[in-house]
């Protein structure tokens, strides 16, 4: 199945991020983490790379 489509994002941004030509905001890594079921991961690299939680809650270390 297509990434793009699952998160209804287009295939040349999904593309461009995949390469690092493009930054996305939240919405996208919220999407990916969703439609590929990684349990937050994607999110929580997303708040370790911009040092900011961008509007999201992130869980306290354990």
Do not use: K, N
């Not at 199945?1 to 209804?8: G, H």
């Not at 295939?11 to 990684?38: I, K, N, Y």
């Amino acid at each position: 199945m297509d990434l793009a489509w699952m998160v209804r994002w287009s295939r040349s941004t999904v593309a461009s991020v995949e390469t690092g030509r493009q930054s996305t905001p939240r919405e996208f890594w919220l999407a990916c983490d969703l439609a590929l079921g990684a349990g937050g991961l994607l999110v929580a690299g997303l708040l370790r790379t911009t040092g900011t939680q961008g509007g999201l809650t992130a869980d306290p270390p354990a």
